[in-house]
């Protein structure tokens, strides 16, 4: 199985295993990729953040899926840091269609309630942040897969926990 750790702590199992991909952001925490493949994926501590999951067939038909566990925090400070986000986002959507038939986004929690996040820096309710991530998500969908991503789970989930097992294209939420 691969498990993505949450953010920071992606970079560390990177370096001991191998088997999880780390992108690095100019905002320290903001995601973190796994590879594409088709094992499970597996990803904690969700509270705020998505999981995006592709999902797709490879050219010999078995099911592949690559995991994005993404921080609000992308879109909580200014677009400084939504640029380099969006620009990785498209290529990795380039780099899954381009290994797989069939792509979808599927996106797994977040928090979209009235009340101001505390973290953020210009008073965002959590609502705002949740909506110009979908946002994000769509335009960049839609652009490189010609498709929009589904919403599977949440937001305002009472999950911190996604497993997604690729072979079946089912998630387990706890």
Do not use: W
Request: proline share 5%.
């Amino acid at each position: 199985m691969t498990t993505l750790h949450h953010l920071a702590e992606a970079e560390l199992a990177h370096q001991q295993s191998g088997e999880v991909s780390y992108v690095p952001d100019p905002h320290p925490e903001a995601y973190a990729i796994s590879g594409i493949d088709g094992l499970p994926k597996d990803t904690d501590k969700l509270r705020r953040c998505l999981a995006v999951v592709l999902v797709g067939k490879d050219f010999k038909g078995r099911n592949i899926s690559q995991l994005l566990h993404v921080s609000p925090k992308i879109l909580e400070k200014s677009i400084v840091f939504v640029r380099p986000f969006k620009r990785t986002f498209q290529k990795i959507l380039t780099n899954f269609s381009a290994s797989a038939t069939q792509c979808e986004v599927l996106v797994y929690g977040g928090v979209a309630n009235d009340s101001l996040d505390p973290h953020t820096d210009y008073r965002k309710t959590n609502a705002d942040i949740y909506r110009e991530m979908l946002e994000l998500l769509t335009e960049c969908s839609r652009k490189i897969l010609k498709s929009n991503p589904q919403v599977k789970a949440g937001p305002n989930g009472n999950f911190k926990r996604l497993l997604f097992v690729t072979e079946t294209k089912k998630a387990v939420l706890s």
